[in-house]
Structure formats: structure tokens, C-alpha cells
């Protein structure tokens, strides 16, 4: 199991700014605004009324419940409270779900670019992770083609993520139906279907997996708080499958953490309950971002990158740039050059693409001020225009 590439990214950027380099750093998966104040009065409540016990290890009934609600009225799905497990956020019921359902000699096929924690939870699991690559020309969706042509005997699972950390790729509709088609011709193959970036889009319709004709009773939807609430540090995801793949799933967790924080979990119902107002003035700032963003990347030599439909990342395809080299004598021979020149030298953190299966390209996240977003850009220009 490799270390995560965004933390070790993150870890180095704030190491030199304690050293006092003015870092601007585009690497975090996470927010920057607060979390509205309805889901923080709400924990301070929880606190103050002694809501500090255990709750069920499959989470807070109230708040199951609200979740239930939530996935009929949003996603036209219908599962009952027993059907859907709270967690130690969204990343925790990923691995749970990849842990209940595969074994050593089963094949999970990935899209790539792929969020950096997916092969790694599937090599937890002892199963092997197959990578299906994916194109800028396709704006880096999954073709039916391709998948058709990756599903062996062996294939347990496809992990499908939209809105896509770390491209910020949306699947419409009808590509979902194709990829639909394909799987109903390999029953043995379920979709692990991470749905956490639903609330940031910004033209698309979000369409949950599950909701197509078929593929409910082989889908595991996995969603949580942190990116649409700005709820990064709350750490409260969950996910809803059919009965005994909920059942399988409780039971790990039950030996490993048991339910979220009780706390959290009263602050999870609360943004549940308080509207959509906060998530849309946050999706409008990120849409600001994005599209001045892209505009500068796009105007820079050698640079392609497609328009993301949601999240808040851009994954720029940065290959004209391997093989030069830096006014220092650095050589920049791949993404992880590029990315560590830009952090050493121009004070940028962004995140290497190899790290996603992309190594053509890197991840630049624009949760970040307008202020900080300028001055990264000029850095970048500056930085390019460097190499030789």
C-alpha cells in the first residue's frame, strides 16, 4: 500500500511554509469555506444536552432516517433505514463496501484518472485493481467499449465516481445507460457508485447510478458530508446498498470503529434539514473559480484540459513540459518533476497526476480565494515560461 500523494503533497507545502516560504497551496481535496452555522449550532447543542454516547454502530436512527428521505427525494431511490450504514466519512464506507464484497483473486476495474485511494483500499482487500484509462477527448469518462472490454470472469466490481475527483467530469445520462447496458450483460459484477461530490455541479444533472433501470440491486451509493456541507473535519459519510451488503459491511465496522461521533452525527442531520441555500452560494464561488481558472490554463502553450462539470478540481493534461529542464538544472521528466519544481521553486502545491493514474497531467483544486487563485496562476505562467 502506497501513502496518499495529496496528504504527503499537503504535508510538504505546510512544511515550508512554517519555514517561512509563501506557499499557496492547490493540492487539498476540501472546501475552504466554514461550515454553514446551522451544522455547528446544531454540535454545540448535541454537546450541551449530553448527546455524547455510543449510538447504534450503524449510525443514529433520526439520522438514517433523514437519509432515507434525502436519497428518495434527490436520487428516486428508495432504502429504508436498515439499508443504509453512517461512517467515518465517505472514505471509510468506500473501503467498507470494497471489503464486504471482494476476495484475494477478484479484479475491480477503476477508471483513470481515479481518486488515489481506490487501488490501495483494493489491495487492502487482497483483490487486484484494474485500471481502464480514459481519454481528455472523452473528457476522462469510462467508454462502454472499454469496459466491455475489461470485464474478465474475474471482475467483482466497478468503482465509478461523478462528479469525478480529480477531473471534475460529470456522466450525463445516456453514458450511464451505456455503461448500464454493458453490466447487464455480466451479472457478476457490481458498481461501487461515489456519489460525494453530488451538490457541486455546475450546468450537469446529477444522476445517481443506482436509479437506472437494473442496477439497484448491484449498486452500492456511497455519499457524506464533507464536500457539499463543507464538513471536511466532521467526518460523516454513508452509504446504502441492498440488506446483506449492509449487513456484511456493519459488521467490519463494527470491529473497527463502530458508528461515527455522536456529535457529528447530530450535525449530519442538521445539514440535512437546514436547505440547500449555503451549498448553492458555494457552488456559485466555485464556478467563479473555475471558470477563471481554466481560462488561464488554457492560455498557456501545451496545455490542454477539459471543462469540468462539478468538484472543484482541474486536471490539465501537462506532457509538452517533460523533458526540459529549470533555470536551477532540474529535470523535468514526468508530473512529479513538474509538481515538486513548482513547489520548491515557485511556491505552488498542486498534486503530481501519476498519483491518479494520469501521469500525463496533475490536479490543480481551486478551493482556494480569488486572491490566492491569481497569484497561483502568475506563478505557474512564470514557472512554465521557465523551463528550457
Known amino acids: 500500500m502506497q501513502p496518499s500523494a495529496t496528504l504527503a ?106 481518486w488515489v485511494s481506490y487501488p490501495e483500499m483494493v489491495r487492502f482487500a487482497g483483490a487486484e485493481p484494474v485500471v481502464v484509462p480514459t481519454t481528455v477527448e472523452d473528457q476522462y469518462r469510462l467508454r462502454p467499449e472499454a469496459l466491455a472490454e475489461a470485464i474478465t470472469e474475474k471482475t467483482r466490481l466497478l468503482i465509478l465516481c461523478s462528479p469525478s475527483n480529480p477531473t471534475g467530469s460529470v456522466y450525463p445520462r445516456r453514458e450511464l445507460e451505456a455503461l448500464a447496458e454493458v453490466l447487464r450483460r455480466h451479472e457478476q459484477v457490481f458498481v461501487l457508485s461515489d456519489e460525494i461530490y453530488e451538490y457541486i455541479l455546475f450546468e ?36 446504502a446498498a441492498e440488506a446483506p451488503i449492509v449487513k456484511a459491511a456493519a459488521k467490519i465496522q463494527s470491529q473497527l470503529t463502530s458508528a461515527p461521533s455522536s456529535i457529528t452525527q447530530k450535525a449530519g442531520l442538521a445539514a440535512l434539514e437546514m436547505g440547500l441555500e449555503p451549498v448553492r452560494a458555494m457552488v456559485e464561488a466555485f464556478r467563479e473559480r473555475r471558470d477563471y481558472v481554466l481560462g488561464r490554463l488554457r492560455a498557456i502553450d501545451g496545455i490542454a484540459c477539459p471543462e469540468p462539470g462539478g468538484a472543484f478540481y482541474l486536471f490539465p493534461q501537462v506532457s509538452a513540459y517533460f523533458g526540459t529542464r529549470s533555470p536551477s ?45 491569481e497569484e497561483a496562476m502568475n506563478r505557474i505562467e512564470r514557472g512554465l515560461a521557465a523551463l528550457r
Open 9 to 114: 503533497m499537503s504535508a510538504r507545502a505546510k512544511q515550508l511554509r512554517r519555514e517561512g516560504h509563501p506557499v499557496i497551496a492547490l493540492s487539498a481535496g476540501e472546501p475552504d469555506f466554514d461550515t454553514p452555522a446551522p451544522i455547528g449550532e446544531a454540535a454545540i447543542r448535541a454537546v450541551r444536552e449530553g448527546f455524547t454516547r455510543y449510538t447504534e454502530n450503524m449510525g443514529w436512527l433520526p439520522l438514517r432516517e433523514a437519509i432515507s428521505a434525502k436519497l428518495k427525494r434527490d436520487n428516486g431511490l428508495d432504502y429504508p433505514p436498515e439499508q443504509i450504514l453512517c461512517s467515518n466519512g465517505a472514505k471509510q464506507s468506500v473501503a467498507l463496501a470494497i471489503h464486504a464484497l471482494c476476495r484475494p483473486g477478484d479484479e475491480v476495474l477503476i477508471p483513470a484518472p481515479y
Open 204 to 239: 450537469d444533472e446529477h444522476v445517481a447510478f443506482a436509479s437506472l433501470p437494473g442496477m439497484k440491486e448491484r449498486t452500492i451509493t456511497v455519499n457524506g458530508f464533507s464536500k457539499g456541507f463543507a464538513m471536511t473535519g466532521w467526518r460523516l459519510g454513508y452509504f
Open 329 to 373: 538544472g532540474r529535470s523535468i521528466t514526468h508530473s512529479d518533476d513538474l509538481c515538486f519544481y513548482l513547489l520548491e521553486e515557485h511556491h505552488v502545491a498542486l498534486v503530481p497526476g501519476a498519483a491518479f493514474g494520469g501521469p500525463d497531467g496533475l490536479r490543480i483544486s481551486y478551493a482556494a480565494s480569488m486572491e490566492d487563485l
